[in-house]
Every structure is written in C-alpha cells, then in structure tokens.
C-alpha cells in the first residue's frame, strides 16, 4: 500500500511537523500533473513538496509495499497529494473481495483517486472533502469498491477530514496521540467502502471531522494495512525516529510488513478479532 508522508511547515523554513498519509503495505490478514505540483500515485514515490504561498504547506515522502500475492498488479491502493490551498491528501484502498469475481480491486481505487485529483480545484467541491468523495465517486465507472479517506489543510493549519471505512488518520503531538479517525463498519472486517454497486455508501455515509494541525504535529494517514500491522505505540516511536518525512514514511511501511509477515507477531488485528468474539 501506498504511503505518502507529509511534513507541515512554515512558510520560511520547513519544521519537524509531518503530515503523513501513510497507506502502507496491505496486510496478507495471518489474522485473515503539474498544474500545483498534483500527483497521483500507485506506485513507490520518495520525496515530494507541495509547498506554495504563505502559511502551512506540505513536504510529502510516500513509500510503497504492495500485499506479496499482489506485486504484479502493484498493489490495490492508490493516494493523491496536492498543494493546492494548504494541500490536499488522499488515500483509497480497493476491496479485495472483487478479485473473486475476476475483477482488478486496484482499477476503481485508482480512477477514484484520479478523479479526486482532477477535482479538487473544481469550484462546486468549495474545498470540502465529503463533497470531493461525492463528486470523484460519481464520475468513476470502474467495477469494484474501495474504503477512502480525503484531508484538506487550510493554511491557517485546520484539517478537514472525510472518511468512508477503515482508511484512517491520526495525529501526534509531542509523543501523543491527540486525534484520530473512527473506523467505520457494517461488522467486523467488513467496512463501509464506496462503491460501483448500489448497496455500497456514499459520500452521505462519510464521517467529517476538522482537527487544528499545530507546528511540529505528525499526521499518519492509512489504510488498514498499516494500522491491522503496527500499534500506536509503534508508530509514535517511529515518527519521533526522524526528522525527513520519506525515511518515516518508509520505517513505518517495513514494520507494518514485516509484522504482517511475522506469523508468531500478535498484531492489533489479531487482538481486536480476538476482543470480539469472546
């Protein structure tokens, strides 16, 4: 999965705060453009600055370990980053589920991110991530579904969060978890995705919620894959470990591997699937 890791800055000089859309690599479940530097990504990236104006801006690092049985197709996620305003994040994670029916889950996560990229400046979407999920969904026709998550930064340092499943988000201050996302779901290991089909959600069905991103503040943006492998534990101490947003965007990509490959290592999955059947 994809892992774009933002760093929040002034506009003088860039801080030790990141911003980190991290989608990393999709767990194997043991337990189961350049207008304003926009790009859209599925594939490994290192390094990237969406930084432009005054006040905040984003300095993105993004790595990429794709689920073993899925390297040919490069993964099944798909990210956006953008500069535009104080710079828009997004991660997608197709539904693997689709694979069953001899349907690519990485094509309607794709295009939904391509389309969200195309958007974003659009003068209806008003610079709200719900209605960015709405208008993206609306024009992707691929076959398939995915979970996504869509975060606006004004530059004032206010971040506007959509999210639609069990893509999430979590910000830490001074070796704190002070925000996070709330994983929607119909039950366990089943989440709300958008979809090509009408029983899937909507952008109605997105959770919104608006947390002030202060100087110094490391955002961790994600699928599943990363937070079914890593604790939050782990990924404070990893965010504290360095100071350039692709090295942690990488760090925290192979420890959520490595555990995912680790048949002995009692993930947080495994804890929570545990925790709802006794």
Same mark, same amino acid.
């Given at each position: 999965?994809?892992?774009?890791? *933002?760093?929040?800055?002034?506009?003088?000089?860039?801080?030790?705060?990141?911003?980190?859309?991290?989608?990393?690599?999709?767990?194997?479940?043991?337990?189961?453009?350049?207008?304003?530097? $926009?790009?859209?990504?599925?594939?490994?990236?290192?390094?990237?600055?969406?930084?432009?104006?005054?006040?905040? *801006?984003?300095?993105?690092?993004?790595?990429?370990?794709?689920?073993?049985?899925?390297?040919?197709?490069?993964?099944?996620?798909? *990210?956006?980053?953008?500069?535009?305003?104080?710079?828009?994040?997004?991660?997608?994670?197709?539904?693997?589920?689709?694979?069953?029916?001899?349907?690519?889950?990485?094509?309607?996560?794709?295009?939904?991110?391509?389309?969200?990229?195309?958007?974003?400046?659009?003068?209806?979407?008003?610079?709200?991530?719900?209605?960015?999920? $709405?208008?993206?969904? !609306? !024009?992707?026709?691929?076959?398939?579904?995915?979970?996504?998550?869509?975060?606006?930064?004004?530059? %004032?340092?206010?971040?506007?969060?959509?999210?639609?499943?069990?893509?999430?988000?979590?910000?830490?201050?001074?070796?704190?978890?002070?925000?996070?996302?709330?994983?929607?779901?119909?039950?366990?290991?089943?989440?709300? &995705?958008?979809?090509?089909?009408?029983?899937? &959600?909507?952008?109605?069905?997105?959770?919104?919620?608006?947390?002030?991103?202060?100087?110094?503040?490391?955002?961790?943006?994600?699928?599943?894959?990363?937070?079914? %492998?890593?604790?939050?534990?782990?990924?404070?101490?990893?965010?504290?470990?360095?100071?350039?947003?692709?090295?942690?965007?990488?760090?925290?990509? %192979?420890?959520?591997?490595?555990?995912? &490959? %680790?048949?002995?290592?009692?993930?947080?999955?495994?804890?929570?699937?545990?925790?709802?059947?006794?």
């Amino acid at each position: 999965m994809e892992s774009p890791l *933002f760093k929040l800055c002034s506009s003088i000089s860039c801080t030790k705060t990141f911003l980190q859309p991290i989608s990393t690599v999709n767990s194997p479940k043991l337990h189961s453009i350049n207008k304003r530097k $926009k790009l859209v990504c599925s594939a490994p990236s290192d390094s990237n600055s969406v930084c432009s104006g005054g006040g905040v *801006f984003l300095s993105i690092g993004t790595h990429l370990i794709p689920h073993p049985n899925k390297v040919e197709k490069g993964g099944e996620d798909a *990210f956006f980053i953008s500069s535009y305003k104080g710079g828009v994040i997004a991660v997608a994670d197709g539904v693997s589920g689709w694979a069953e029916r001899d349907v690519n889950p990485a094509l309607f996560s794709r295009e939904l991110m391509a389309h969200a990229s195309n958007l974003v400046e659009d003068e209806e979407v008003q610079y709200d991530p719900r209605t960015l999920i $709405k208008k993206a969904h !609306a !024009a992707t026709s691929s076959t398939g579904s995915a979970t996504a998550i869509v975060a606006m930064l004004e530059r %004032n340092g206010t971040m506007k969060i959509a999210n639609v499943g069990d893509c999430g988000l979590h910000v830490v201050r001074k070796g704190q978890i002070v925000f996070s996302t709330s994983p929607q779901e119909h039950y366990f290991d089943c989440p709300y &995705q958008l979809s090509s089909e009408a029983v899937g &959600q909507t952008y109605l069905d997105a959770t919104v919620t608006t947390v002030e991103i202060m100087e110094g503040d490391t955002v961790v943006m994600g699928s599943d894959g990363l937070f079914d %492998n890593v604790f939050a534990r782990e990924i404070i101490s990893v965010v504290g470990s360095y100071n350039n947003s692709a090295d942690a965007a990488k760090a925290l990509a %192979n420890l959520a591997y490595d555990h995912s &490959q %680790n048949s002995k290592f009692d993930s947080p999955y495994s804890q929570e699937a545990r925790a709802r059947v006794s």
